[in-house]
T-cell receptor, first 112, second 113 residues
Framework: DGGITQSPKYLFRKEGQNVTLSCEQNLNHDAMYWYRQDPGQGLRLIYYSQIVNDFQKGDIAEGYSVSREKKESFPLTVTSAQKNPTAFYLC???????????FGPGTRLLVL | DAKTTQPPSMDCAEGRAANLPCNHSTISGNEYVYWYRQIHSQGPQYIIHGLKNNETNEMASLIITEDRKSSTLILPHATLRDTAVYYCIVRVQGSSNTGKLIFGQGTTLQVKP
């Protein structure tokens, strides 16, 4: 939403390949989140970070990795260990104190 | 698991008010009611939230019952662009949890001309 950008909009992964999804924000929000959405399903939390240089596993972290070296950026890597990566990936940010969470436009990952 | 119950689908005529109900009978005293919507292939969009009192903003109104066990999101003059899946979420604010949002199945609102 507005100050949250995700790129690319569509991403294709080959078998055994790692791919990285970008999430950038200019809202000066402390917390950032990665969710995965499968067709007709709700969102599931992959990883989250409440402060720079710190992040925590969510409910479905296996096969994914993240980093939070800058406040503005929270990239998600989908590794070859993730056997079913096809999904819609959503990044969200939150100012802190568990205030309203805002979402980016999403990246759709497809496996070739 | 989602702590809310919503009808799977609703229709509304363009220009009329859309009233989307949500049951949250197990809501705790410190849990807020949030509404988001998701238009196909886009990220969820925040609409409104509230604790006890009714709330209104430029997008919608939120009516919460006195016992807080249910709420209604009102889109006063629905347009075709309001066609989306609407999610009602209860969420603790200000505590040391993950902050994650738990999305249920939501209500698919179809606005018809």
């Amino acid at each position: 939403d507005g100050g949250i950008t995700q790129s690319p909009k569509y991403l294709f992964r080959k078998e055994g390949q790692n791919v990285t999804l970008s999430c950038e924000q200019n809202l000066n929000h402390d917390a950032m989140y990665w969710y995965r959405q499968d067709p007709g399903q709700g969102l599931r939390l992959i990883y989250y970070s409440q402060i720079v240089n710190d992040f925590q596993k969510g409910d479905i972290a296996e096969g994914y990795s993240v980093s939070r070296e800058k406040k503005e950026s929270f990239p998600l890597t989908v590794t070859s260990a993730q056997k079913n990566p096809t999904a819609f990936y959503l990044c969200a940010t939150q100012r802190g104190g568990f205030e309203t969470q805002y979402f980016g436009p999403g990246t759709r990952l497809l496996v070739l | 698991d989602a702590k809310t119950t919503q009808p799977p689908s609703m229709d509304c005529a363009e220009g009329r008010a859309a009233n989307l109900p949500c049951n949250h009978s197990t809501i705790s005293g410190n849990e807020y009611v949030y509404w988001y919507r998701q238009i196909h292939s886009q990220g969820p969009q925040y609409i409104i939230h509230g604790l006890k009192n009714n709330e209104t903003n430029e997008m919608a109104s939120l009516i919460i019952t006195e016992d807080r066990k249910s709420s209604t999101l009102i889109l006063p003059h629905a347009t075709l662009r309001d066609t989306a899946v609407y999610y009602c979420i209860v969420r603790v604010q200000g505590s040391s949890n993950t902050g994650k949002l738990i999305f249920g199945q939501g209500t698919t609102l179809q606005v018809k001309p």
